[in-house]
T-cell receptor, first 115, second 111 residues
Framework: EAQVTQNPRYLITVTGKKLTVTCSQN?????MSWYRQDPGLGLRQIYY???????DKGDVPEGYKVSRKEKRNFPLILESPSPNQTSLYFC??????????????FGQGTRLTVV | EDQVTQSPEALRLQEGESSSLNCSYT??????LFWYRQDPGKGPEFLFT???AGEEKEKERLKATLTKKESFLHITAPKPEDSATYLC????????????FGSGTKLNVKP
Protein backbone atom coordinates (compact mmCIF):
# COMPACT_ATOMS: atom_id res chain seq x y z
CA GLU A 1 0.00 0.00 0.00
CA ALA A 2 1.32 3.45 -0.97
CA GLN A 3 1.78 5.52 2.14
CA VAL A 4 3.62 8.22 4.00
CA THR A 5 4.34 7.28 7.60
CA GLN A 6 5.04 9.81 10.33
CA ASN A 7 6.13 9.11 13.86
CA PRO A 8 5.20 9.86 16.50
CA ARG A 9 1.52 10.73 16.01
CA TYR A 10 1.37 12.65 19.27
CA LEU A 11 4.18 14.27 21.24
CA ILE A 12 4.28 16.47 24.31
CA THR A 13 7.67 17.92 25.14
CA VAL A 14 9.29 20.71 27.12
CA THR A 15 10.85 23.89 25.84
CA GLY A 16 14.41 23.40 24.64
CA LYS A 17 14.46 19.61 24.46
CA LYS A 18 15.58 18.52 21.01
CA LEU A 19 13.21 16.29 19.11
CA THR A 20 12.91 14.59 15.74
CA VAL A 21 9.76 13.70 13.84
CA THR A 22 10.36 10.97 11.31
CA CYS A 23 8.76 10.68 7.88
CA SER A 24 9.07 7.76 5.50
CA GLN A 25 7.46 7.07 2.10
CA ASN A 26 7.33 3.84 0.11
CA UNK A 27 6.48 5.26 -3.33
CA UNK A 28 10.00 6.13 -4.49
CA UNK A 29 9.01 9.80 -4.75
CA UNK A 30 11.76 12.33 -5.32
CA UNK A 31 9.96 15.25 -3.67
CA MET A 32 9.14 15.47 0.01
CA SER A 33 8.04 18.36 2.19
CA TRP A 34 6.98 19.35 5.69
CA TYR A 35 4.02 21.54 6.63
CA ARG A 36 2.54 22.86 9.81
CA GLN A 37 -1.20 23.40 10.17
CA ASP A 38 -2.58 25.99 12.58
CA PRO A 39 -6.21 27.09 13.03
CA GLY A 40 -7.09 29.93 10.67
CA LEU A 41 -3.69 29.83 8.96
CA GLY A 42 -4.00 26.71 6.87
CA LEU A 43 -1.03 24.58 5.89
CA ARG A 44 2.29 26.40 5.70
CA GLN A 45 5.34 24.91 4.08
CA ILE A 46 8.37 24.55 6.37
CA TYR A 47 10.99 22.82 4.21
CA TYR A 48 11.03 20.76 1.07
CA UNK A 49 13.43 18.42 -0.66
CA UNK A 50 13.75 17.83 -4.37
CA UNK A 51 15.94 14.76 -3.97
CA UNK A 52 18.59 13.17 -1.77
CA UNK A 53 20.86 15.82 -0.25
CA UNK A 54 18.80 18.64 -1.88
CA UNK A 55 16.66 20.68 0.52
CA ASP A 56 15.35 24.24 0.62
CA LYS A 57 13.35 26.54 2.87
CA GLY A 58 9.61 26.97 2.60
CA ASP A 59 7.66 29.86 4.07
CA VAL A 60 8.23 29.20 7.78
CA PRO A 61 11.62 27.49 8.24
CA GLU A 62 12.75 29.30 11.41
CA GLY A 63 13.42 26.90 14.28
CA TYR A 64 13.42 23.79 12.11
CA LYS A 65 16.01 21.65 10.36
CA VAL A 66 15.69 18.81 7.90
CA SER A 67 17.92 16.27 6.23
CA ARG A 68 17.51 13.95 3.26
CA LYS A 69 20.17 11.27 3.38
CA GLU A 70 17.98 8.58 1.86
CA LYS A 71 15.24 8.93 -0.73
CA ARG A 72 12.53 7.42 1.46
CA ASN A 73 13.19 9.39 4.65
CA PHE A 74 12.82 13.09 5.45
CA PRO A 75 13.04 13.79 9.20
CA LEU A 76 12.07 17.11 10.75
CA ILE A 77 14.31 18.28 13.58
CA LEU A 78 13.48 20.84 16.24
CA GLU A 79 16.76 21.55 18.01
CA SER A 80 15.31 23.82 20.70
CA PRO A 81 11.51 23.66 20.57
CA SER A 82 9.48 26.61 21.81
CA PRO A 83 5.75 26.89 22.64
CA ASN A 84 5.06 28.71 19.35
CA GLN A 85 5.99 25.50 17.55
CA THR A 86 2.99 23.75 19.07
CA SER A 87 1.10 22.68 15.97
CA LEU A 88 -0.08 19.83 13.76
CA TYR A 89 2.68 18.75 11.39
CA PHE A 90 2.32 16.93 8.08
CA CYS A 91 4.88 15.30 5.87
CA UNK A 92 4.08 14.87 2.17
CA UNK A 93 5.68 13.26 -0.86
CA UNK A 94 5.00 13.56 -4.57
CA UNK A 95 6.45 12.31 -7.84
CA UNK A 96 9.15 14.36 -9.45
CA UNK A 97 7.79 15.48 -12.78
CA UNK A 98 5.33 18.05 -11.48
CA UNK A 99 6.97 19.62 -8.44
CA UNK A 100 6.83 19.28 -4.72
CA UNK A 101 3.20 19.90 -3.94
CA UNK A 102 1.50 18.36 -6.93
CA UNK A 103 -0.68 15.35 -6.29
CA UNK A 104 1.00 14.98 -2.95
CA UNK A 105 0.46 12.09 -0.58
CA PHE A 106 0.27 13.23 3.03
CA GLY A 107 1.07 11.42 6.23
CA GLN A 108 -1.40 11.15 9.10
CA GLY A 109 0.08 14.05 10.97
CA THR A 110 2.01 14.60 14.18
CA ARG A 111 0.40 16.68 16.89
CA LEU A 112 3.17 18.41 18.81
CA THR A 113 2.70 20.27 22.07
CA VAL A 114 5.61 22.23 23.54
CA VAL A 115 5.13 23.31 27.16
CA GLU B 1 2.50 38.96 -1.37
CA ASP B 2 1.24 35.64 -2.64
CA GLN B 3 -2.07 34.77 -1.02
CA VAL B 4 -4.81 32.16 -1.17
CA THR B 5 -8.23 32.88 0.35
CA GLN B 6 -11.06 30.40 0.69
CA SER B 7 -14.71 31.15 1.34
CA PRO B 8 -16.88 30.47 3.13
CA GLU B 9 -15.01 29.27 6.21
CA ALA B 10 -17.83 26.86 6.97
CA LEU B 11 -20.84 25.64 5.01
CA ARG B 12 -23.81 23.57 6.17
CA LEU B 13 -25.92 21.87 3.50
CA GLN B 14 -28.82 19.50 3.49
CA GLU B 15 -28.25 16.26 1.64
CA GLY B 16 -28.94 16.92 -2.04
CA GLU B 17 -28.50 20.70 -1.76
CA SER B 18 -25.88 21.72 -4.34
CA SER B 19 -23.43 24.56 -3.68
CA SER B 20 -19.98 25.92 -4.49
CA LEU B 21 -16.80 26.64 -2.55
CA ASN B 22 -14.54 29.48 -3.61
CA CYS B 23 -10.76 29.80 -3.72
CA SER B 24 -9.34 33.16 -4.79
CA TYR B 25 -5.65 33.73 -5.25
CA THR B 26 -3.20 36.53 -5.82
CA UNK B 27 0.09 35.02 -6.88
CA UNK B 28 2.76 35.83 -9.40
CA UNK B 29 3.06 33.19 -12.05
CA UNK B 30 0.51 30.51 -11.25
CA UNK B 31 1.86 27.04 -12.11
CA UNK B 32 -1.10 25.04 -10.85
CA LEU B 33 -4.07 25.05 -8.49
CA PHE B 34 -4.96 22.03 -6.38
CA TRP B 35 -7.90 20.88 -4.34
CA TYR B 36 -7.56 18.53 -1.38
CA ARG B 37 -10.04 16.98 1.00
CA GLN B 38 -9.15 16.63 4.69
CA ASP B 39 -11.08 14.47 7.13
CA PRO B 40 -10.75 15.04 10.90
CA GLY B 41 -7.55 13.55 12.27
CA LYS B 42 -6.16 12.74 8.83
CA GLY B 43 -3.80 14.21 6.29
CA PRO B 44 -5.14 15.96 3.18
CA GLU B 45 -6.17 13.75 0.28
CA PHE B 46 -5.59 14.92 -3.29
CA LEU B 47 -8.65 15.64 -5.44
CA PHE B 48 -7.80 17.76 -8.50
CA THR B 49 -5.11 19.71 -10.30
CA UNK B 50 -5.98 22.62 -12.61
CA UNK B 51 -3.30 24.32 -14.70
CA UNK B 52 -4.96 26.95 -16.89
CA ALA B 53 -7.99 29.25 -16.94
CA GLY B 54 -11.03 27.52 -18.37
CA GLU B 55 -9.94 24.08 -17.28
CA GLU B 56 -12.45 21.83 -15.50
CA LYS B 57 -12.08 18.53 -13.69
CA GLU B 58 -14.79 16.21 -12.32
CA LYS B 59 -14.90 13.38 -9.84
CA GLU B 60 -18.19 11.88 -8.71
CA ARG B 61 -20.23 14.77 -7.20
CA LEU B 62 -17.33 17.24 -7.34
CA LYS B 63 -16.37 19.56 -10.18
CA ALA B 64 -13.48 22.02 -10.04
CA THR B 65 -13.15 25.03 -12.33
CA LEU B 66 -10.45 27.67 -12.76
CA THR B 67 -10.42 31.29 -13.88
CA LYS B 68 -7.52 33.76 -13.86
CA LYS B 69 -8.31 34.88 -10.31
CA GLU B 70 -10.25 32.09 -8.64
CA SER B 71 -11.33 28.50 -8.57
CA PHE B 72 -14.64 26.96 -7.63
CA LEU B 73 -15.36 23.54 -6.24
CA HIS B 74 -18.94 22.70 -7.16
CA ILE B 75 -20.67 20.01 -5.14
CA THR B 76 -23.75 18.52 -6.79
CA ALA B 77 -26.34 16.70 -4.69
CA PRO B 78 -23.95 16.20 -1.76
CA LYS B 79 -24.17 13.26 0.62
CA PRO B 80 -23.21 13.16 4.31
CA GLU B 81 -19.97 11.37 3.37
CA ASP B 82 -18.89 14.50 1.51
CA SER B 83 -18.56 16.26 4.88
CA ALA B 84 -14.92 17.29 5.29
CA THR B 85 -12.65 20.31 5.08
CA TYR B 86 -11.75 21.22 1.51
CA LEU B 87 -8.37 22.83 0.97
CA CYS B 88 -7.19 24.84 -1.99
CA UNK B 89 -3.50 25.29 -2.80
CA UNK B 90 -1.49 27.04 -5.48
CA UNK B 91 1.93 26.37 -6.89
CA UNK B 92 3.43 29.62 -8.07
CA UNK B 93 6.39 31.75 -8.97
CA UNK B 94 9.76 31.15 -10.53
CA UNK B 95 10.47 28.57 -7.88
CA UNK B 96 7.72 26.08 -8.62
CA UNK B 97 8.49 24.28 -5.42
CA UNK B 98 6.75 27.02 -3.42
CA UNK B 99 3.30 25.94 -2.40
CA UNK B 100 0.58 28.03 -0.70
CA PHE B 101 -2.55 26.69 0.97
CA GLY B 102 -5.78 28.44 1.88
CA SER B 103 -7.23 27.90 5.34
CA GLY B 104 -10.01 25.68 4.02
CA THR B 105 -13.80 25.42 3.92
CA LYS B 106 -15.39 23.08 6.44
CA LEU B 107 -18.37 21.41 4.79
CA ASN B 108 -21.10 19.69 6.82
CA VAL B 109 -23.79 17.81 4.91
CA LYS B 110 -26.78 16.80 7.00
CA PRO B 111 -28.99 13.84 6.06
Amino acid sequence: EAQVTQNPRYLITVTGKKLTVTCSQNMNHEYMSWYRQDPGLGLRQIYYSMNVEVTDKGDVPEGYKVSRKEKRNFPLILESPSPNQTSLYFCASSPRDRGVGTEAFFGQGTRLTVV
Amino acid sequence: EDQVTQSPEALRLQEGESSSLNCSYTVSGLRGLFWYRQDPGKGPEFLFTLYSAGEEKEKERLKATLTKKESFLHITAPKPEDSATYLCAVQAGDNFNKFYFGSGTKLNVKP
